[in-house]
């Protein structure tokens, strides 16, 4: 059972604690206020960036499906590589323009050849997507996508 003391010592503790805090949230406060504020250095962005990472990515018009679609009523299978039974993913890198259209379209993997000519070739033919943006801007932007060849049975 506690007594009186133990009473009184423990909203003594609480009122100590209490007024801690307060006198440390008024400083903080004040100190925040006294302080200068960072200066941002604006920097003037360089038109011609390409950027990796952005706040909205460039999309195909119409979203995946879509995307799926174009790419399995454009893409010819090597008959090559259908003869001989190779499949694989390929690899590629472009770069999405303010205009939505694709440049510097590469080939990063590819199980062979024809198949990284494929893939240049299909995407060479792709309709404008949606840029990206970036701080209420339209970017360029760099955009990896892999483009999968399966032979179906």
Known sequence: MTTNNQLKRIAFLKY???????????????????LPL???????EDPNRIYDVV???????GGMSILMRFLSKNIRYPAADR????????????????????TDIKVLRSP???????????????????????????VRAQYTMPITFTISK
Not at 55 to 61: A, I, K, R, V
Not at 114 to 136: T, Y
């Open 16 to 34: 100590g604690l209490l007024v801690m805090a307060m006198v440390t949230m008024l400083f903080s406060a004040s100190a925040q206020t006294l």
């Open 38 to 44: 960072p200066q941002q250095k604006r920097v003037s």
């Open 55 to 61: 706040e909205q990515l460039p999309h195909f018009p």
């Open 83 to 102: 003869e001989q039974n190779i499949q694989g993913k390929v690899v590629t890198t472009f770069v999405v323009e303010r205009d939505g259209s694709l």
């Open 112 to 138: 062979t050849n024809a198949m990284r000519d494929e893939a240049i070739r299909v995407l060479s033919l792709s309709p404008k997507w949606v840029p990206a943006w970036q701080n209420g801007k339209i």
